[in-house]
């Protein structure tokens, strides 16, 4: 970022010249940086200086005096200087898509709107490898409300190639696009929900946005750069909601200079000392502004958006706003605020990277030693840091890639640090981290900090992924580590390096539990076989199946048993509270990240409440007939006495699923380090079907019937039962220990084995068929009971039930022939879906035919099914009370909410508390591992751990400006083409989404997990939508 090949550079933080390393001869250090990797084109964000010329070469005064004489104006004086001395700055050549692992440029380029979709930042398009085929939307269970983008509310939008915030009027979702009318008097689209800071519902009635919205053609979707370019309005037609849109920001910028010195408080009044925390921006703007709060107890938007403006615009980036619509992350006005011993740290850092810049600068001391002058504790440290780093490529070495080359032995760490250099080493964390956004100026103090050591000068770009290697090399980290847990900091808790988190310890469990409550009442239910139905390395076991017949013939009770560990712990105990932090277990390959503490997880949940012969159950239990309807639902705690283990595979070759989505034809297996034979056998006594007796065979034979006819039904509702397509998964092994989770000892345990391959994708499986009909009859029977819990939500899905059946059609149709479902598809479908929210008041889930659904079945593993069971509990003690010997099921009106735990108001601000942890843990589960599928590829093609074909087939999914964005045939990996790697085989306007070429892997950057090629041949072009122009 500092260094460009052979010229002077400035950086635009410091303002000062920086001439030479400090730690390599002039010269030495200067390098050309300009290409990557396959020779394509890179972005540089420092701006050359053409050097001073020796003073021998300057002309003299009075030369340029005679020059300026003879000549009839000054303005021809100044072009003939520009003719003779031409600028280097190519600003023409900053492509307006910015790709994985660059910093978007602010300094001289405010704005990109030729299209949100060219200016948003790659790597937000997706979160990871097609998000669209890594989880249905029922999955998506902590994403904000959808209502942030209804027509006419007036939104805030930072794209990541502009420096001035975008506020936009919402015109309305056509043909899959969103249209926005914004303040720059543009007419803009964009067939992805952009990311939404701040919004303002009913800012613009339907009247007032009718005549843009007319605009617009309603019978198909189009490019937004069709719309940029044929249908921008009239001044006239679009002058009242510019007005509107321009009297409100005035009113906020006055709120925000009159606010001026209250605002400027907010680092020292909000923040706390060492911990992570979230805010509202409410609750913020009633600390820094109590005499603007109106009667209701709310503020007017213009003093919210002055607010926001205000902590955006912190010096140290504090306050971090987490509203992303697009990428679904919470409820609106949510912030992370970093500690305030984080903003010493930058501060001090971003002093001391000024001061030894500038000591540079300046002329050498008399002895010439221009080092002499520098001395501060940054300076010390860079010292020690490269005497470390050199220790550390004695053993292994430095690559250009996000990670050190492999090592497979245990390998020392340096740990004689003073407290004072572990806060430099927390910069370098702050800044890989998530704490710095891609706007900041901090990336300055990053990259300076990389170039003082002068260790980094083959890097093509002194950005996060080179501070991700330093932090490797000082041994902090192991070169193994995810960056994606450091990228995703939960409130309360802290990354333990190379291990789990960090938690405030919640006290000892026992003063957490309780007598069992359902003591009284909890049914035995003796010889009645239950099937737990899972992996035979899986030591955690939450549910099981069950069938018997009803009373009247054709009539079956489906009970499925989950584990009942709210039964024994008090919901407002530590650690309830400590479970909150994380929300739900981490299912992240080679870490073990529980919600629960693990002396409790490894004594109570695996020896008394994982399920079991002899152990506690909550069951729910469905009446159903052979038609498939649901006549009835209960609840009741019981103990189960006759379990049978059985595997999933096994399972489902006796009970077939209904869909099924094999591996692609093309399915491959990568594998680096050596392979691992050792596996630890099964943690509890399995069966098999085969050894099964007749009636134990009958039982799966009658379950899989009705839950089939049950899935029919819902079928009928509108559901999509066709799994998505089959993902690549990651298997993990440390020192012959399969999933073992890393210690953090003085020596980090060498690079493990990697295995990629794929797994066929079924849907409608025995098991997940049951615990969506538990999920349903559970929804049911507490929205009967008046027992508030956390519902699972798509209002989207009910705005535009027309479009939604038409996609739905389609789907069906696909799957009706056995063709695979295009991700495409699944995209749009998806977007017309919306994100899933938890809610307290119930909804149909229409994508899976439910009626209502709560989750119910992994109280052991996710918080939100805790929640439920507890509420439960507590009003099965009411219900046990208000039954009568008369009565087969309580009345609606038994089940007093007040008594319970969470009444429903109180529920709701559970919830909301929850949303970003929650969330969190979920998008960790689901993207965490994605690093060591690119591990595992570098391994191979940089190192040539496993063969790897010679090319590749890259099937484009969006073009983006100067980038093209798509997927590989090899195992599913993401990949970005660049302009400059198409050179001689097609030109960027002759590429559309969906074209197909031929490519090599060009680079892998695993920090940014992405997979750069270069194309060899284009193979075909299969693109609907309209090209776009490079």
């Known amino acids: 970022m500092l260094r460009i090949a052979g010229r002077q550079t400035r950086c635009l933080c410091l303002c000062r010249p920086v001439v030479n390393g400090p730690l390599e001869r002039p010269e030495s250090h200067l390098y050309d940086r300009s290409r990557g990797p396959g020779g394509s084109q890179q972005r540089s964000y420092a701006l050359p200086v053409k050097r001073r010329p020796n003073s021998k070469d300057r002309p003299r005064s009075d030369d340029f005096l005679e020059k300026l004489t003879r000549t009839s104006t000054i303005r021809e004086t100044l072009r003939q200087w520009e003719a003779d001395n031409p600028q280097v700055q190519d600003y023409s050549a900053l492509p307006e898509s910015v790709a994985p692992g660059q910093v978007p440029n602010n300094m001289f380029k405010s704005q990109a709107l030729s299209g949100m979709r060219e200016a948003r930042q790659v790597g937000d398009e997706d979160d990871g490898e097609m998000a669209a085929g890594e989880s249905g939307p029922a999955e998506d269970t902590m994403s904000a409300p959808t209502d942030h983008l209804r027509p006419g509310t007036l939104v805030e939008i930072r794209v990541s190639d502009a420096r001035i ?80 849109i321009l009297s409100f920001s005035t009113k906020a910028s006055l709120l925000l200079q009159e606010n001026m010195a209250a605002l400027s408080a907010a680092d020292r009044k909000i923040p706390h000392a060492t911990e992570f925390i979230t805010r509202t921006l409410h609750e913020m703007t009633r600390a820094l502004l109590p005499n603007k709060e109106e009667r209701d107890g709310g503020y007017s938007p213009e003093i919210l958006y002055a607010v926001h403006t205000s902590l955006l615009n912190d010096d140290v980036d504090t306050f971090r706003p987490l509203n992303k619509i697009d990428a679904g992350k919470h409820v609106s006005y949510l912030y992370r605020v970093s500690p305030a011993s984080t903003a010493r740290i930058i501060r001090k850092v ?46 292994r070495a430095w690559t250009d890639h996000g990670t050190l080359a492999p090592h497979r032995g245990r390998y020392p760490i340096y740990q004689d640090w003073t407290d004072e250099e572990k806060e430099f080493i927390h910069f370098i964390e702050i800044w890989v981290g998530s704490h710095v956004h891609r706007e900041s100026s901090l990336h300055c103090m990053g990259s300076a900090i990389l170039h003082l050591t002068g260790m980094y000068k083959p890097a093509r770009q002194l950005n996060a992924a080179a501070g991700w290697v330093f932090l490797q090399e000082l041994g902090w980290i192991p070169s193994w580590e995810l960056p994606t847990r450091h990228q995703a900091p939960i409130p ?134 052979d038609a498939g309807e649901v006549l009835d639902m209960k609840v009741q705690p019981g103990t189960l006495q006759n379990l049978i283990f059985l595997d999933p595979d096994d399972v489902d070759t006796f009970c077939p699923p209904i869909h099924v989505n094999p591996a692609p034809e093309r399915a491959t297996t990568l594998l680096v380090g050596p392979s691992q034979d050792n596996q630890a056998g099964p943690a509890r006594k399995m069966s098999t079907v085969k050894d099964l007796s007749p009636d134990e065979k009958s039982d799966l034979q009658t379950m899989h019937r009705l839950l089939n006819a049950v899935d029919a039904i819902r079928v009928k509702r509108g559901a999509i039962s066709q799994p998505r397509s089959a993902q690549a998964s990651v298997q993990v092994t440390f020192d012959g220990e399969g999933g073992s989770s890393p210690a953090d000892p003085a020596t980090w345990a060498g690079d493990p084995t990697i295995e990629v391959g794929f797994e066929d994708r079924k849907g409608d499986t025995l098991v997940s068929m049951s615990m969506l009909l538990a999920g349903e009859s559970v929804a049911r029977w507490c929205n009967e009971n008046n027992i508030p819990v956390p519902y699972h939500t798509q209002p989207g899905a009910l705005r535009n039930p027309k479009r939604l059946q038409a996609l739905a059609g389609e789907i069906r149709e696909l799957t009706d022939k056995g063709e695979p479902v295009p991700a495409e598809l699944w995209r749009r479908f998806d977007a017309e879906v919306g994100p899933t929210a938890q809610s307290v008041d119930a909804e149909p889930v229409v994508p899976l035919g439910l009626l209502m659904y709560t989750k119910v079945t992994s109280p052991l593993r996710r918080l939100s099914d805790c929640i439920v069971h507890w509420q439960i509990h507590a009003a099965l003690q009411q219900l046990r009370g208000a039954t009568t010997a008369n009565s087969k099921r309580p009345g609606r009106a038994a089940v007093d909410p007040a008594l319970l735990p969470w009444p429903k108001a109180e529920l709701k601000s559970k919830l909301e508390s929850l949303r970003l942890s929650a969330f969190t843990s979920q998008s960790l589960s689901r993207r965490g591992s994605r690093p060591w599928k690119y591990q595992a590829l570098l391994r191979a093609w940089r190192f040539g751990e496993a063969p790897l074909p010679r090319s590749f087939t890259f099937t484009v999914s969006s073009v983006y400006g100067h980038l093209l964005v798509g997927e590989l045939d090899y195992l599913s990996f993401r990949a970005v083409l660049r302009k400059g790697d198409l050179e001689g085989v097609a030109l960027m306007k002759e590429v559309a989404d969906g074209d197909v070429l031929e490519v090599e892997i060009a680079d892998v950057d695993v920090y ?23």
């Open 165 to 244: 915030p975008i506020l936009a009027v919402i015109l309305g979702r056509f043909c899959g696009v969103y249209y926005f009318y914004t303040n720059g008097g543009q007419l803009v689209a964009d067939d992805r929900a952009p990311p939404v800071l701040f919004s303002v519902a009913n800012f613009a009635s339907a009247a007032e946005i009718k005549t843009l919205v007319d605009l617009i053609p309603k019978d198909r979707p189009l490019h937004p750069r069709e719309v940029t370019n044929n249908y921008q309005p009239s001044l006239e037609i679009a002058a009242p909601l510019s007005q509107k």
């Open 350 to 395: 971003r002093t001391q990277v000024r001061h030894i810049m500038e000591t540079l600068g300046k002329k050498s001391s008399k002895d010439g030693d221009r080092f002499a002058d520098i001395s501060n504790p940054l300076w010390k440290f860079l010292v020690k840091a490269r005497y470390v780093v050199k220790e550390s490529r004695t053993n």
């Open 1008 to 1030: 940014g997990c992405c997979v750069f090629v270069k194309a060899v041949r284009r193979l075909g072009g299969g693109g609907e939508g309209a090209p776009v122009v490079g």
């Open 492 to 625: 309360g808790a802290r990354v333990q390096r190379g291990g789990g988190y960090i938690r405030p310890s919640p006290g000892p469990y026992k003063e957490s539990m309780r007598e069992d409550i359902a003591a009284n009442y909890r049914k035995d239910w003796g010889p009645l076989k239950a099937y737990c139905i899972d992996a035979t390395s899986t030591t955690l076991l939450d549910d099981a199946v069950s069938v018997e017949p009803a009373e009247t013939p054709g009539e079956y009770w489906l009970h499925t048993h989950v584990a009942d560990p709210t039964a024994f712990i008090d919901p407002k105990s530590k650690l309830a509270e400590f479970a909150a932090i994380m929300g739900m277990d981490h299912f992240i390959q080679g870490y073990r990240c529980s919600m629960f503490p693990e002396d409790f997880y490894d004594e109570v949940i695996m020896k008394k409440l994982s399920l079991d012969k002899g152990r506690p159950c909550l069951t729910f239990s469905t009446k159903v007939n």
